[in-house]
C-alpha cells in the first residue's frame, strides 16, 4: 500500500510510514497546538519531492501566514514563485459555494499541475456555516466527494473546541489525528494522539512533541506525568 510521509518521521513511524495515499486526514486541536505548522510541514515534505501542493487558507491571510512560517524557515514564497506550491486565501462562503454550484477557481491548476496535497485550514469555519446537522453532514459528505475525484491526499484543520461528532464529521475522514496542549503541574504539554487511521495499525498513546526552531518534533519516549 502506497504511503505519503506527514512530513515528520517519528509521526510517519507512528503510522506505517505515512497517510494512505488519496485519504482524507482530519488534524483536530486545540489553540496553540500547532496545527498549521503540521500541515505546512506535510505539505513542504511534498514540494520537496517534487510534488505539487495547494494549501487553502479561509481564517488567515497569505502574508501573515508567510511570516508566522518564516520563523521555522518555512520559505512558502520561494516555492510558490517557482510553481511547486500553490497558496489560496478563501473564505468560508466560497467554499460552500464550491459544494453547492461546483466551481472553486482552481481546478484548471489542479488537472494541468497535478496536484497530489492539498490542505484545508480549517474546516470549522466552513461547517458552521450550515445550521442544522444533517446540512452540515451532506455539505462535508459533497466536499469529501470532491476531493476524491482530484486523487490527492488530503489534510483538513479542525478547532478542538467544537463537537464534530454530531454530524460526523470524525466518521467521514480516513485519519483523524487529536493535538492537545494542556496544562501539566505548572507547564503545558503538547501531545499528539492518532485516534484514527483506516487500514493501518497504528500506536494510540499520546505522544508528546515540541515546537522546535524548525518545525513540530516528536519524542515518543517520553511520558506526560501529572502533577
Known sequence: MERVSTGIKELDDLIEGGFKKNSIN???G??????????????????????????????????SFYENMERFGFNLQEYEAVGDFFFYELTAQKLKDFIEKGTLGIEEIMKESGVTRMVI????AFSLLYGAEAAQRN?????????K???????????AE?????????YLVDGLMILNYNKVGRQRVRTIEVYKMRGTKHRSTEIV?????NGIRLYPGETVLEA
Open 26 to 28: 482530519l488534524i483536530e
Open 30 to 63: 486545540t489553540a496553540g497546538s500547532g496545527k498549521s505548522t503540521l500541515a505546512v510541514q506535510y505539505i513542504l515534505d511534498g514540494v520537496k519531492k517534487g510534488e505539487k501542493c495547494v494549501y487553502l487558507s479561509i481564517e488567515e491571510r497569505r502574508e
Open 121 to 124: 485550514d480549517s474546516i470549522t
Open 139 to 147: 455539505a462535508v459528505q459533497t466536499l469529501f466527494t470532491k476531493l
Open 149 to 159: 475525484t482530484w486523487n490527492i491526499t488530503a489534510m483538513l484543520i479542525a478547532e
Open 162 to 170: 467544537l463537537d464534530y461528532s454530531n454530524f460526523g464529521l470524525q
Open 209 to 213: 512533541y515540541r515546537i522546535e526552531d
